[in-house]
Every structure is written in C-alpha cells, then in structure tokens.
C-alpha cells in the first residue's frame, strides 16, 4: 500500500481525470447547437456524435477490465490521458460531422479508460474505506459537469465560440497528466487479481440483470442530460443552468452517500431513485418557466444515486466479477446511451416535424418536440421501477436465507 501522502496524491490525480471526463459530458451539450448550426448536422448527426463519445467508453472500459490485472491503473490512466489530449484537439480542428465522429469517439474512449483505471485503483488504495472513497471520487462526475456547464453558459452568453469552451477542458487535461508522471502508483499482489476468475462469475444470473438495469439508469441519466439544451432550450428556464442545478444536487448527494448507502439495502435506494426520477421527468413534460427547475430538482435526486449505488450492486453482490465486473457494468451503461442517442436525435426531429404540421411558432414547436421526447424517455424510469422492486425482493429473500449475502454469486 501507499504512504496517506502519496494515497491522497493519487486519489485527487484520479477526481481531476475524472472532472475532466465529465466536463467533456457538459461542454459537449453546451456547443451541440453551435455545432449542429456551423455544420449543417441534423439531428440524428448530432446523435451519432453524441454516440461517439458513449461508444468509446464501454470499448475502453471492456479492454480496461481484461488488462487491468496485467497493465495497473498507472498505464491505463496514461493511456486516457493521451487521448483525451488528441481528442480536445482534434474536437478544435474537427473540420465537419466525420471529424466531430473520430475526435468524440477519442474522447470517449478516453473517459473509459479513466473509469477503468480509476475505479478498481481506489478500491484498492481504500481497502478498508471502499464504499465512502469511491462515493467520494464520483462526486466529481456531478462535479465536474456543474463546473463545465457553468462555463459553457458563461462562454456563451460572453459571445465565445465552442471552440474556445473545447480548449478550457485542456488546462485540467495537463494538469492530471502532470501528476500521472510524478507520482507514485501501489503495487499489488498479482495472484490475488484473476481474470479468469473474473470472467467466469460475469455469467451469474444476478449480474446479467444488474447489467441489464445499468442500460436504462444510465440513458436515464445521461441520455436526458446530453441533451437537455435540445429538449428544454425553449421552457423559459436556461438549460445550462437547469443542468448545473441537476448534477450540483447529484454532487452534494453522493458525497453524503456513503452512510446513506450503506445504512439502506442498496435494492432499496434505486427503487426510491426510480421512483423520484420518473415523477421529475413526468414533470418536466408538463410545466414551463420557473416550475421546471422544480422538476429538475426532483429529477436529480432521483437519478443522484444511480451510477455509484449499481456500481455498489455489483461489488456487494457479485464481488468474485471484481474489476472487470465494475468495467463491465459501466460498460454496458455507455453503450447503450451510445445506441439511445441517435434515436433521442431521431426523436426530436421527428417531434419539431410534427410540431411544425400544426403552424406552430418557433419557440412552441420546440416546446412541443421538447416534451414529446421526454415522455418517450419517461418508459426507462418507469421500467426501473418494476425491476428494482423484484431485485429489492429477491435481496430481501437471499439475505433471509443466507447469512453471506449472494457471496456465491
């Protein structure tokens, strides 16, 4: 193990990579209209550039999760640094829709690759304090997101173009690549890190329906927020802010949701964050103006708790999938968003079309596009709901027949 110093070094190396992954996720929905405008992408280019960045990810963190064991978090780290620097460059100098398609899908892979190395590596520096070290690492997924969109609305309204917003995710890009190169990495006992033993228990009925929830919680989540500038851009409220409002209240929660988490059945926290996150949706397609941040609000709460309380599924349920089984379920998350996202695009224009039949005006036909798209969205919340009561159940039922919870799983 590490000295604290050299612990605490490499920890803030890993929320600055990842800070750095999720203000690519907020920029990125900041500068989707500029980009489609400057471009001439439709919507449904526009989602596939989207789907880019959601397709590099699980790529990186499937080929992560079988290399970990024999590469370290050091290298695979290394390795998100490098592309998310040509990624950001090439982003600047992109040039039109197949240049936006090769620099996003960079990027994303470079977002994976900083899951897959990060993830597995504090659990491991934290063997002891894994619950409240990696609830702390992912507030800054929220966090990151808060502070690129805040930027990206600052930039804007400043009258700064999307290329300038690009090149702000530089500096902390630099910043995480310096620490990478000065400091010390853990070794650790390799005949304690098996992939084989790994893959053998992904197969596990449990973890496949886990993965199976990890697709919908995740295109809840993201799928809304990439493209929130698109859905609620007209609402009277500032989509920018409406998402930094959203992932600010998703930071404050999961730093709090170490105790949270581990004083509740974990089942039993996802079937709560369903619930909140489809009465937020279902409010978002019916309110304008001030009310919508109200919906927001709900809607964040809801979906706060999904990416790090599935995670925790995964590692208290079926620890023997071990980091290959945490690289594969947000794998499976980013993947489908990828696969979501050009028909979210194909949705909204699909909705403007239908909107435009009936002469409205422009503000109201994206009004109406707006909430056509969130009640097709609204399906996912509500599906989760149906699933987490049965894997609330069936916890309730393993816990009361086994005193090892699913350890054989």
Known sequence: ?????????????????????????????????????????????????????????????????????????????????????????????????????????????????????????????????????????????????????????????????????????IVPTLVYGYMLWTSAFPTFDRSEHSTTENLRNLFSPLFLFLVACMTLTATTELGTQQ??????????????????????????????????????????????????????????????????????VIFAVGVCYFWPTMLGCVSEYTPKTGALGLSMIGGAGMFAVSMWNPVIGSWIDNATAEAQALNLDATQVQIAAGQAVLENLLVFPMVLIVAFVALYLAIRKISATTASPVAGQ
């Open 227 to 296: 493209w929130i500038s698109g859905i609620l851009g007209a609402s009277g409220a500032s989509p920018m802010i409406i998402l930094a409002l959203m992932t600010g209240i998703m930071a404050v929660g999961r730093y709090y949701a170490g105790p949270i988490v581990h004083r509740l059945n974990p089942a039993g926290v996802l079937l709560t964050s369903a619930i909140l996150a489809t009465v937020g949706m279902f409010l978002m397609t019916q309110v304008n103006g001030s009310m919508i941040y109200v919906a927001a």
């Open 1 to 169: 193990m590490l000295e604290k110093t050299n612990a605490q070094k490499v920890f803030i190396l890993c929320c600055v990579a990842l800070t750095v992954t999720s203000m690519t996720f907020a920029i990125r929905a900041g500068i989707l209209g500029e980009l489609g405008a400057q471009y001439g992408l439709n919507g449904n280019q526009l989602g596939w550039v989207n789907a880019m960045a959601f397709l590099g990810f699980p790529l990186a963190t499937m080929f992560g999760g079988f290399l970990y064991n024999a590469m370290g978090a050091k290298k695979l780290i290394t390795l998100a640094f490098v592309c998310h620097l040509l990624g950001l460059i090439l982003t600047i100098m992109a040039g039109g829709f197949w240049g936006l398609l090769i620099s996003t899908f960079l990027i994303g892979f470079a977002n994976g690759s900083v899951e897959a190395g990060c993830n597995p590596l504090i659990a491991e520096i934290y063997e002891d304090n894994k619950t409240t070290m990696l609830n702390k690492f992912h507030v800054w997924f929220p966090g990151g997101i808060v502070i690129g969109a805040l930027i990206s609305n600052a930039m804007t309204s400043a009258g700064m173009g999307w290329q300038l917003q690009v090149a702000v995710i």
